[in-house]
C-alpha cells in the first residue's frame, strides 16, 4: 500500500500513555479514521481537526500476529 506522502509515520515510544491519541503537532485530541494490520503492526490513522492533518500511530504487534506468534513452540 502506498500512503500519500503528507502522512508521517510516528513511532510508539513518541507518546506516553493516551497521548498517542494525540496531535504530535498542535497537543489536540484526534479523532481515529483507520486502522490497518496487513503487514503484523497495529498501525492506526488518526485525524487533527486542528491541523487538518492525519497521522498513523504505531500500536506495535497486531493482535492477530501476537496470537500467531502464541502458537508457536517455544526456542
Ligand atoms: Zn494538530
Known amino acids: 500500500m502506498k500512503l500519500p506522502s503528507w502522512i508521517s509515520i510516528r513511532p510508539l515510544r513518541h507518546y506516553k500513555g493516551d497521548d498517542r491519541t494525540k496531535c504530535p503537532d498542535c497537543g489536540g485530541e484526534m479523532s481515529f479514521v483507520e ?9 492506526r ?21 501476537r496470537l500467531s506468534d502464541a502458537n508457536k513452540p517455544e526456542g
Not at 486502522?35 to 498501525?43: E, P, Q
Open 35 to 43: 486502522r490497518f494490520t496487513m503487514s503484523g503492526d497495529d498501525r
Open 45 to 65: 490513522t488518526y485525524r487533527c481537526q486542528a491541523c487538518n492533518k492525519e497521522h498513523i500511530v504505531d500500536f506495535g504487534m497486531a493482535e492477530w500476529k
